[in-house]
Structure formats: C-alpha cells, structure tokens
C-alpha cells in the first residue's frame, strides 16, 4: 500500500484465508495499529478504522469496490458505518437499517450499536429517534418501528411457544383487516401490536407465529404487508436472512438494477461470508436455478469478481 500499489493476487488469496479463518482478520487490525486504533474503538471492543486511513484504503482498493476495505473492518464497525451512511447518506436506503437490525444476532446487534456510538459519540437509537422527531406523517410510522427495531436484544435461544404463536398470528390477522382498504400500509405500520410482535419476539417464534398465519389464511404475512417495504423487509428478514439475501443478490444481477441494488452484493457476500454463506448459496440456486458462484462470475469483473468468489467459496 501507501501509495505504491496493492498486490491484488495476494489480496484475494488473503481474502479466501479469512474466510475460513476469521480470527484471522482480528490479527491483521492489530498487526497496523496505524490504520486500526484499539484506543479508538476500546469502549465497543473493536479495533477501529481511522476516517482518514479508510478513505486512503478506499483509494488504494478501488477495484475492489470497496470490498476488501468492508471485510478488513471489525462486522460491528461495519455495521455501524452501513448504519450511519443509511441515516445521514444522500439518498440512501434506509432499509439496510431494517437489514442489519433483523438479520443480526442479539449480540452482534449490540455490538454495533456500541460502535456506533464509538464512532459517531451518539446513540444509533438516539439518530433514529431523532428522525422520528421531523418525520412527514407519511415516514413516522417506520421510524417508530425502526426504534424499535434497532433497539431490540431477542431471545437467541430454540425455545418456542405454539400457544404464543397462535395467539400472535391471530392478533397480526385482526390488525390487517382493521386496517383500511386505502391508506392501509401507513395505519399497519404504526399498529403498537405490529411494532411489538416484530421488535421483540425471538426469530424461531416469530417463525412460528408466520406459519401458523400462513396455514389460518392461506398466503404468507409478507403478502399482506404489500405496499410498507419496511414492514415486507422486516419479515422477511426476520423469517429466513438466507433467503432474504440470496433474493438481494439476485436483484443486483437484473439489468435495471440501480446503485443501491448492486451495492448489496458486495454487503450480502461480506457480511454474511463466514456466517450463513452456505445457506444463501443453497437458498440461491434453489431460487434461481443457478449456483452463485457462476452468477457472480458471469456478472463481474476483474478482482472484485475474484474477491467476491473468494469470499463465497466454490
């Protein structure tokens, strides 16, 4: 680096390395204190990126995509630097918020807002509600679920209740068919007893919950959801993250997928390579009838595409 050029061959091997060892990415930060300040992160346990060495990494892994830089960073610095460009970015979605909130484990969750605070010296949760404050009518609704969304610690364990479940599905049909014919998403999205189930409950009972609403009324809760993307996002999300990322992929690779869609490749394939890779690489040949790797391969390019591969592992 420093200027001199990156040794992309070696870059990619690396890459391929720390897939399969993760701790080792954990001893590159600390082997450049210069880059990554463990004074700097110290109060979220992360070995933080400086502003101005990130930017320089950017410039020297360009053709990466950004890639490379994203994998080398602590997941919860990662997260937290989504999470901000998601509040403060022009014209960024901000349903990678509703991403990284539900596909998150509970502690993995903490850990970024930690970092969040780390970096910005303000609470993620305190951003969000800070939008809420200035909200148009029209965008109060999600940000209220997004409070509670991002400042959710579930339940991590297998247990689940049937009888809660039931009872849960019930409640979420009642607030569908209460909600007007017009308008109907807005009223779904502020309904306290939406909120609550989606901000709270742990992934296998809500799991639990949407089958039994699927199996009472014959389509799936994401379909009654239809017009509140934040809502639609949460569920699914929250029901089956393999899924929901082998389906972010697949938009990536449509001809008129814009920047945000093709920006979730590189976020799906880093944030969730040594997590549930195997799963999504399932999840996206059965629903495209292709492997992933031959997808990424026909459509990219140069050392992202070799970056990407590595990290997905053939």
């Known amino acids: ?14 890459l391929g390395r720390w897939r399969r060892q993760p701790e080792r990415r954990g001893q590159f930060r600390r082997g450049f204190p210069g880059f990554f300040s463990a004074s700097g992160g110290a109060s979220a346990g992360i070995e933080r990126c400086e502003d101005e060495y990130l930017r320089h990494l950017e410039d020297e892994f360009a053709r990466f995509r950004d890639a490379a830089v994203l994998w080398a960073l602590h997941p919860w610095e990662r997260d937290a630097r989504w999470a901000h ?8 979605p901000r349903g990678v918020l509703v991403e ?14 930690r970092a969040y605070q780390a970096l910005h010296h303000r609470s993620l949760e305190e951003d969000v509600a800070y939008q809420v404050k200035d909200a148009t009518a029209g965008l109060l609704g ?21 009888e809660l479940a039931a009872e849960e599905a019930k409640a979420l049909a009642a ?37 039994i609403y699927e199996e009472l009324h014959g389509k799936p809760l994401e379909e009654d959801f239809a017009g509140e993307p934040c809502l639609q996002e949460a569920v699914r999300c929250l029901d089956s993250p393999p899924k929901y990322f082998a389906e972010e992929i697949g938009r990536a690779f449509r001809e008129d997928a814009d920047k945000h869609a093709k920006a979730a ?23 495209h009838g292709a492997k992933l790797a031959d997808a990424v391969a026909k ?16």
């Open 1 to 14: 680096m420093g200027g001199l050029g990156v040794d992309e061959a070696a870059l990619v091997a690396a």
């Open 85 to 92: 460009h998601a509040l403060h970015g022009a014209a960024h």
């Open 100 to 113: 990284v909130a539900c596909t998150r484990a509970a502690d993995d969750l903490l850990g970024a807002r």
């Open 142 to 162: 999600w940000l209220q679920l997004l409070v509670g969304l991002v400042t959710a610690y579930r339940y991590e364990g297998a247990r689940v209740s049937e």
């Open 175 to 211: 607030a569908v068919k209460a909600a007007p014919a017009t308008a109907s998403a807005a009223r779904l999205v502020q309904n306290e007893q939406v909120v609550r189930i989606l901000a709270t409950r742990s992934k296998p009972q809500f799991r639990a919950t949407f089958k």
């Open 265 to 287: 490749l590189t976020r799906a394939v880093v944030s969730r390579a040594d997590a549930d890779m195997e799963e999504i690489k399932d999840a996206y040949a059965k629903q």
């Open 299 to 314: 459509n990219t390019n140069g050392h992202y595409k070799n970056a990407l591969l590595a990290m997905i592992g053939k």
